[in-house]
């Protein structure tokens, strides 16, 4: 099988669990062509305790670089980070971003102001009381990090509705102006399979989000953002699905922030939706 999984995290992070080399180990199994591990790196105050230190980053790229080795005959191990979007800390995270010869590097928006929109502790304490305002928020958020942006790919863009809210207005006039400067910027974009374990119970980004980036000639990249070995591919055969119907037939690659791409496999998938 000719797939890729772009989003993998580790017990660096704080909240994952299984070492690394198990990760590895399952998307062997399930016959990926190439794996990425995509560690957070959130480097303002609040963030810390879900982030591995900028000290522990030197540990996470050589061990991953140690697997890539291992496993060179049976899959593509790649290394990179994905980057918590914060002005005040650019900078910094730059200066990291620039010491490793990491494979890819991701941009994402968990932080409005701080309160973490993806916490299910932080839910108690929205500072919005419209869920319209949130919305607007978040692109706000995911406009300024595009405009800022040395990052390769966006995770998970419309993440701000995970728990399930939903605004009465979509806001497409918004969501148009983000994806006219993703594609100007020549960002790729993941579609990402969480959200299918998340309470709004769908793809990042939803299929008319989708079609929005296809149509602006955005590409993209395809990630589980697992958290456990067994997430790993997990539910790739749906995300398949959805994109080939989009009209997309490649997906992108990336090795040390150079682009390549492959083909979306029309053969049958061995991906096991249905585990854990």
């Not at 070492?19 to 998307?27: G, L, R």
């Not at 995270?93 to 502790?121: E, K, P, Q």
């Not at 980036?213 to 697992?226: F, M, N, P, Q, Y």
Request: glycine share 8%; with cysteine.
């Amino acid at each position: 099988m000719c797939l890729i999984d772009y989003h993998v995290h580790t017990p660096l992070c704080n909240h994952a669990r299984g070492e690394m080399e198990a990760y590895v180990k399952q998307a062997i199994e399930l016959g990926l062509r190439e794996i990425c591990f995509l560690d957070h790196l959130t480097l303002r105050p609040d963030g810390g305790a879900l982030s591995m230190s900028p000290q522990e980053v030197p540990l996470y790229y050589q061990a991953a670089r140690k697997l890539a080795k291992r496993y060179e005959t049976r899959i593509l191990v790649k290394v990179g980070l994905e980057v918590d979007f914060d002005l005040d800390t650019m900078d910094h995270a730059r200066d990291i971003v620039n010491s490793h010869a990491f494979d890819a590097i991701g941009g994402s928006v968990h932080f409005l102001g701080h309160w973490n929109m993806v916490s299910h502790r932080g839910r108690d304490n929205c500072p919005y009381s419209d869920c319209q305002d949130m919305f607007a928020a978040y692109l706000d958020h995911v406009e300024s990090m595009v405009d800022h942006s040395f990052f390769d790919f966006l995770c998970h863009l419309d993440v701000v509705g995970k728990f399930g809210d939903r605004p009465g207005d979509p806001m497409e006039e918004h969501w148009n102006r983000v994806i006219e400067k993703i594609a100007a910027k020549g960002l790729v974009v993941e579609v990402n399979t969480s959200g299918l374990r998340h309470p709004s119970g769908v793809i990042y980004p939803e299929p008319w989000l989708l079609q929005k980036l296809h149509k602006a000639g955005i590409r993209i990249i395809l990630g589980s953002d697992a958290h456990s070995p067994e997430q790993v591919g997990k539910d790739f055969d749906k995300a398949l699905d959805l994109v080939r119907k989009v009209g997309y037939e490649r997906l992108v690659t990336f090795s040390k922030r150079q682009r390549g791409s492959i083909s979306i496999d029309p053969s049958p998938l061995r991906l096991a939706s249905g585990k854990a």
